[in-house]
C-alpha cells in the first residue's frame, strides 16, 4: 500500500493477462492475507495465552500493541530503507520473517520471549502490506490495475474479519500454540507459491519521507486520516478484547468465541461488500454511516450484551460496521488526494497500524483499571468523533475547489 513504483502503462496495456499473472496478484494478497492476521491473531485467544502464561488480560493486550506499533513504523521505514532492490526479494524476505516469529510464538516459554516474536512479526506486516499494492499493479496490463488493486487490497480485508476469527476456532479446538504454528505452516505455502510466481521486480522509483509529512499540510487528507485514525482506533480497543467482552457481558463458554468470530468474519465480508458500491456514490455518506452503526453497537453492547439473541445481533451488526471501514477510509483518502494516491495510502497505512496499537493499549489499561464494559463506551466516544472528522474533510474539499 505504498508508494513503491507505478506500472509502465504505455507498453502493460497491449500485454496479455495470462493466468500466472493472476495468479502472483493472488499470491501478493495471501501474503498480506497472513501478515495480516498474525498482526490481530492473538486478539481472540487473549484469555487462554492470559490463563497459560498467567499475565493479565490488559497485559496480554501487549501482543497487539507492540507489532502495531512496529507495523506503523515499518510501514514508512521499509519502503524507505529497501531503496532500489528488487521487490520481489524483499517480499520473500518479509514473509519468511512473519514464518520465523510465528514459529518463535509456538515455542515462546514466557510472555517476554513471546513479545520479542511479536516485535518481528511487526515489521514483517508493515513492510509487506506497504508494498504489496504497489508489486500487484506491476503484474498486470493497465485496464486491470483496478482489479489488481482490489484483490491486493482485499488479502488484508479478508484478515480483519476472516483471519482472526479462524485463528481463533483453531486456538480454541486446540491449543493457543497451535494457532500460531498453523499460520506458519500457511506462511511457507506463500512464501512457496511467491518464489515460483513473481517475477523479477526492481524498483523504478523509492519513496520519500519528505513527501508524506508534506501531505500533512492539506486539511482534507489530515481529516481523512483523522477518520481512519478514529475508526480503527475505537473498534481495536474494544475488539482486542472481545473473548473477555463475549465470556463477561454475554456468558459464552470460551469454545463458542471462535464460532461466534466467524459469524463477524462473514458479516464483516457483507459490509466490505456493500460499502465499495456505496463509496462510489457517496464516500462521505458511507464512511458517516459505517461509524454511527460501530458506536452504536458499542454503546449498546454493555447494555443489550447480557442477552444472547441480542449479543449475536450486535455483534453481526459489528462486523459489518468495521468491514465497511478499510474501503471506505481508503476511498475517502483518494478522494482527498487524487493526485497524490500513492504517498497518501503509505500515510493511510502507517495511521491504521499505529490506530491498532494505540487501540489495543488503550483498551488493556481500561479492562486492567476498569472494566470490559468501560472499553466498550471508551471505543463508542472515540468511533462517534469520526462524524466531526469526515464533516471537516468534506468542508475543506468544498473550500479547495
Request: cysteine-free; aromatic content about 6%.
Amino acid at each position: 500500500m505504498s508508494p513503491v513504483e507505478s506500472p509502465s502503462r504505455a507498453g502493460a496495456a497491449a500485454e496479455r493477462v495470462t493466468l500466472k499473472n493472476w495468479l502472483a496478484v493472488i499470491a501478493v494478497a495471501v501474503g498480506t492475507f497472513l501478515v495480516v492476521t498474525a498482526e490481530q491473531l492473538p486478539v481472540g485467544l487473549l484469555t487462554s495465552i492470559g490463563g497459560d502464561l498467567r499475565i493479565s488480560e490488559g497485559t496480554a493486550g501487549l501482543m497487539v500493541t507492540v507489532p502495531g506499533l512496529v507495523a506503523s513504523a515499518s510501514a514508512l521505514l521499509v519502503p524507505v530503507a529497501i531503496g532500489r532492490m528488487d521487490r520481489r526479494k524483499v517480499l520473500l524476505g518479509l514473509i519468511t520473517l512473519m514464518v520465523a516469529a510465528n514459529v518463535l510464538s509456538f515455542l515462546a516459554s514466557g510472555f517476554v520471549p513471546l513479545l520479542v516474536a511479536r516485535f518481528l512479526v511487526g515489521i514483517s506486516i508493515g513492510g509487506f502490506w506497504a508494498l504489496a499494492a504497489g508489486i500487484a499493479v506491476r503484474l498486470v496490463p493497465g485496464e486491470h490495475v483496478a482489479r489488481a488493486t482490489a484483490i491486493a487490497f482485499g488479502g488484508a480485508t479478508a484478515a480483519n474479519v476472516l483471519g482472526v476469527p479462524a485463528g481463533t476456532l483453531i486456538g480454541g479446538l486446540t491449543d493457543w500454540r497451535i494457532a500460531f504454528i498453523t499460520l506458519a505452516g500457511l506462511g511457507v505455502l506463500a512464501v512457496a507459491a511467491l518464489f515460483l510466481l513473481l517475477p523479477n521486480l526492481p524498483a523504478h522509483q523509492s519513496l520519500r519521507v519528505r513527501t508524506l509529512v508534506g501531505l500533512f499540510g492539506d486539511r482534507v487528507v489530515r481529516a481523512a486520516i483523522l477518520t481512519t485514525f478514529l475508526l480503527v482506533m475505537g473498534h481495536m480497543a474494544a475488539y482486542t478484547f472481545i473473548s473477555p467482552i463475549l465470556q463477561e457481558i454475554s456468558g459464552l463458554d470460551a469454545e463458542l468465541i471462535g464460532p461466534m468470530l466467524l459469524g463477524f468474519g462473514a458479516a464483516g465480508i457483507a459490509g466490505t461488500a456493500l460499502a465499495g458500491g456505496a463509496a462510489g456514490r457517496n464516500v462521505y455518506a458511507t464512511v458517516i454511516g459505517g461509524g454511527v452503526l460501530l458506536t452504536a453497537v458499542l454503546a449498546l453492547f454493555p447494555l443489550a450484551g447480557g442477552n444472547l439473541a441480542a449479543a449475536i445481533v450486535l455483534l453481526l451488526l459489528w462486523g459489518a460496521a468495521f468491514g465497511a471501514v478499510p474501503v471506505g477510509v481508503q476511498m475517502l483518502i483518494f478522494k482527498a488526494a487524487p493526485d497524490r494516491t500513492e504517498a497518501a495510502t503509505a500515510l493511510n497505512t502507517v495511521v491504521f497500524n499505529l490506530a491498532i496499537a494505540l487501540g489495543a493499549l488503550v483498551g488493556g489499561l481500561i479492562v486492567d483499571a476498569a472494566s470490559t464494559t468501560a472499553v466498550l463506551w471508551v471505543g463508542a466516544a472515540l468511533t462517534v468523533l469520526t462524524v466531526l472528522s469526515v464533516w471537516s474533510a468534506k468542508k475543506g474539499e468544498v473550500a479547495r475547489s
